[in-house]
């Protein structure tokens, strides 16, 4: 075949298209390198930081793999019921009912599979990682739709005073927002670490599984780890990480509205000899954490272990399909199980909510400091304080009147609870920050006219704007 001026030309262009989709993965992960080193500002990977961090998980993580359940995913026979509890007192939690469908070759597996874990955890001296964790801080998971929450959350904490540093995990880069790690946050003392840069792809891990990983990769050595939607009332270092529960035991955790409903299997599969006599009656909720990892940090890497193996072993053997199943139950279960101190809150937590045509709805759960009783958080998870969900799905306005509503009951229900207008506090946060960062969050650069909307709904409720009451 004569090869005329025309077909040189296409055969040329025909290699050169064939030579960059040869060469187009390397140049795009080059091109990512490139910007997670320059553009990511600290999220350089190899930092001591993240190279000592990525040792120990080796470690670990290899360890998980070995103790991995190899039996198949769990079947619930049905959910357990739910009860809200009327004390909390420990040792008046009776042995549930057992709705875990696990034969005894299954059992007897899974008791294997814990034994690795433990006898790694048996053998392990924590002094030799010691140097991996110092100070105290705090530790969210956010991204996505919970950066919303996050960022009020975090506003919330320095208005009590507080100048603890704090650390905010993303799942991957999918949920990086250069503006707000790179430049909003770091102007709070607030920093964005990446999960995936920890883990790789060892672990296909999601939702509730991330908090304890983010408890093991960050700096601090005591941490109080939040959920993106609770909201500190008081100064975490003079409240928290200074009574005398947290001093004595290194390890706080907070009630939930619901009795206990894990598998009295579970404890067979952990190696205890019999169901615990002296547990509380409800279970743990997780909103909020407090845990100092020089005395606790065998009973974080248990926890972990109940977290990568949660969804279908782990998370139905510690709720049994009731209310919240998920990570609640993992950090104190894991203290249980090893013996290790802890201490649960004895106040119970408090319901807030709204009445929307005529019925009532929690928004919103009260959590108590550990020795003054007095609110500590609110857990504003029904809804969430993200300013684009509140002004586009409809939870601000009466379902049938459309009256502007408050989240948090009226002014004088809520002083029941709390000394002032904690409610109007917080939306003069939302306000400031969605109007801030109406075109900045990714979440909301497509919702129209976010900050009139929220100034809107902020005067029809609150007037003036006079948060002090």
């Not at 993580?61 to 026979?77: G, M």
């Not at 926890?303 to 949660?310: D, I």
């Not at 049994?320 to 119970?348: C, I």
Request: proline content about 5%.
């Amino acid at each position: 075949m004569r090869l005329t001026p025309l077909r040189i030309t296409l055969l040329s262009a025909l290699i050169t298209l064939l030579l960059i989709c040869a060469l187009f993965p390397q140049i795009l992960n080059q091109t990512l390198s490139t910007r997670r080193r320059f553009t990511y500002g600290y999220l350089e990977t190899d930092t001591p930081f993240y190279t000592s961090r990525t040792a120990f998980w080796s470690h670990w993580s290899t360890i998980y793999h070995e103790a991995r359940p190899q039996t198949p995913r769990i079947v619930l026979k049905s959910s357990a019921s739910i009860f809200a509890e009327t004390a909390d007192n420990p040792g008046s939690r009776k042995e549930p009912y057992d709705h875990v469908h696990l034969s005894q070759s299954d059992i007897h597996s899974l008791q294997i599979s814990h034994a690795v874990i433990r006898t790694a955890l048996d053998v392990y001296d924590i002094e030799q990682d010691a140097n991996l964790f110092a100070g105290k801080g705090v530790v969210l998971v956010a991204g996505g739709e919970y950066f919303g929450p996050a960022i009020v959350g975090i506003h919330a904490l320095r208005q009590t005073g507080s100048d603890l540093p704090v650390e905010v995990f993303l799942a991957d880069y999918e949920e990086y927002e250069p503006y707000l790690c790179e430049t909003y946050l770091p102007s709070l003392d607030a920093r964005c670490l990446v999960l995936s840069d920890f883990i790789g792809d060892d672990f296909d891990v999601s939702h509730y599984q991330f908090k304890a990983l983010a408890l093991l990769f960050s700096s601090f050595s005591e941490v109080l780890l939040l959920d993106s939607d609770s909201i500190p009332l008081q100064d975490p270092e003079t409240e928290l990480f200074q009574s005398a529960p947290y001093i004595e035991n290194g390890l706080v955790g907070w009630p939930d509205f619901w009795i206990g409903t894990e598998s009295p299997s579970f404890y067979v599969i952990a190696g205890l000899t019999s169901f615990p006599s002296d547990l509380p009656q409800s279970s743990s909720e997780s909103g909020q954490l407090l845990l100092d990892k020089s005395r606790h940090l065998k009973t974080l890497l248990l926890a972990v272990y109940y977290n990568l193996f949660g969804p279908g072993y782990f998370y139905e053997l510690l709720s049994q399909g009731a209310l919240g199943q998920g990570d609640k139950n993992t950090f104190e279960s894991a203290a249980v199980v090893l013996g290790a101190p802890h201490y649960r809150v004895k106040d119970l937590p408090q319901v807030i909510g709204r009445y929307d045509a005529f019925a009532f709805k929690g928004s919103a759960i009260i959590q108590m400091a550990p020795e003054s009783g007095q609110p500590a958080f609110i857990h504003a998870n029904t809804p969430k304080m993200n300013a684009g969900h509140l002004i586009d799905e409809g939870d601000l306005q009466d379902k049938y009147s459309k009256a502007h509503l408050r989240l948090w009951e009226n002014k004088i229900a809520t002083r029941k609870i709390l000394d002032s207008d904690v409610e109007a506090k917080i939306w003069k946060i939302l306000v400031d920050t969605g109007c801030e960062l109406a075109d900045e969050v990714m979440e909301w650069k497509h919702r129209k006219n976010l900050c009139k909307r929220l100034k809107a709904h902020f005067t029809e409720v609150f007037g003036d704007g006079d948060s002090s009451g």
